[in-house]
C-alpha cells in the first residue's frame, strides 16, 4: 500500500500560538486522514517538526506500507536527510522520535514543494489556530495597566536662574577655600547632592541553565 502525505506547521509570533496539519490520501486521492493540532505556544520549527512526527504516528495504523511525504519547510526537509543539523536540543528530540516512527514503515519518501502545492496542510494549520484563537478568553483592560504620564509644571525662568545660582554659589567657595574641608569629604558632598556622582553597584551576572520546558499541546482536532 503507498499513502501520500502532505505535512505543514505555523506559529504566529515564532515564538507564539501555532499549529500543525497533516493530510494522507490513497493513491486514488481519496482522503484517510485530515487532522491538526494546536499549540498554545511553539515555534515554526516545532510546529514543521510535529507535523511530520503526528503524520507518521496516523500512517502506522495503516500497515508497514510505502510513504511518499511532500512539506514546503526546506530545513526540515534537510535536517530529515542529514544534510543539515539541528542544533536546538528540543528538535533533536523530536527528529529521534520521527526516524523510530519512520523505521516502522516499508519506504519513506520526503520531498520539498512550494508552498502552493502545500495549500491542504496550510489551510489546516490556519483553521486550528483560528478555531482555537477565537474561544481564547481575552483579558479586559484595567486602568492600573494603563500608564498616563504626568503633566510638566510650569517653570519660571527667573526661579530657575536663581536656584542655578544658588547651587553654583557653594561649589565656589569650596574651590577657594581649601583648607575648609578635604577633598575626600568633598567627593562625599557631591555624591550626595548631584546625582550624576552616585553609582549603583553592578549585580555580579551567575551564570544559570534555564531548562526549557516542553511543548504545551493544548487541542487536537480532526477536520
Same mark, same amino acid.
Given at each position: 500500500m503507498e499513502l501520500f502525505i502532505n505535512?505543514?506547521?505555523?506559529?504566529?509570533?515564532?515564538?507564539?500560538?501555532?499549529?500543525?496539519?497533516?493530510?494522507?490520501?490513497?493513491?486514488?486521492?481519496?482522503?484517510?486522514?485530515?487532522?491538526? @493540532?494546536?499549540?498554545k505556544e511553539c515555534t515554526n520549527n516545532q510546529a514543521e517538526f510535529t507535523?511530520?512526527?503526528?503524520? @507518521?504516528?496516523?500512517?502506522?495504523?495503516?500497515?508497514?506500507?510505502? @510513504?511518499?511525504?511532500?512539506?514546503?519547510?526546506?530545513?526540515?526537509?534537510?535536517?530529515?536527510?542529514?544534510?543539515?543539523?539541528?542544533?536546538?536540543?528540543?528538535?533533536?528530540?523530536?527528529?529521534?522520535?520521527?526516524?523510530?516512527?519512520?523505521?516502522?514503515?516499508k519506504q519513506i519518501s520526503i520531498t520539498h514543494v512550494p508552498r502552493e502545492q502545500n495549500k491542504e496542510a496550510d489551510e489546516i494549520c490556519n483553521i486550528i489556530m483560528d478555531r482555537a484563537l477565537k474561544n481564547a478568553p481575552v483579558k479586559p483592560v484595567l486602568t492600573s495597566d494603563i500608564v498616563k504620564e504626568e503633566p510638566k509644571p510650569v517653570i519660571n525662568k527667573t526661579e530657575t536662574k536663581k536656584e542655578e545660582v544658588s547651587k553654583l554659589q557653594p561649589a565656589v567657595i569650596k574651590k577657594v577655600v581649601k583648607k575648609t574641608a578635604p577633598k575626600k569629604e568633598v567627593k562625599k558632598e557631591k555624591a550626595q547632592k548631584d546625582p550624576i556622582f552616585t553609582k549603583t553597584p553592578t549585580k555580579k551576572k551567575t551564570a544559570k541553565t534555564e531548562i526549557k520546558k516542553p511543548v504545551q499541546l493544548e487541542l487536537f482536532d480532526k477536520i
Open positions: 505535512v505543514d506547521g505555523g506559529s504566529r509570533g515564532n515564538p507564539g500560538p501555532g499549529a500543525s496539519g497533516w493530510i494522507i490520501k490513497d493513491k486514488q486521492g481519496n482522503i484517510l486522514v485530515k487532522e491538526g @493540532l494546536f499549540f507535523a511530520l512526527k503526528m503524520a @507518521l504516528k496516523a500512517a502506522s495504523d495503516y500497515g508497514k506500507c510505502s @510513504l511518499t511525504i511532500k512539506a514546503d519547510s526546506q530545513l526540515m526537509v534537510r535536517q530529515y536527510l542529514g544534510e543539515y543539523k539541528i542544533k536546538n536540543p528540543e528538535l533533536q528530540i523530536l527528529m529521534g522520535e520521527i526516524k523510530q516512527l519512520a523505521g516502522k514503515f
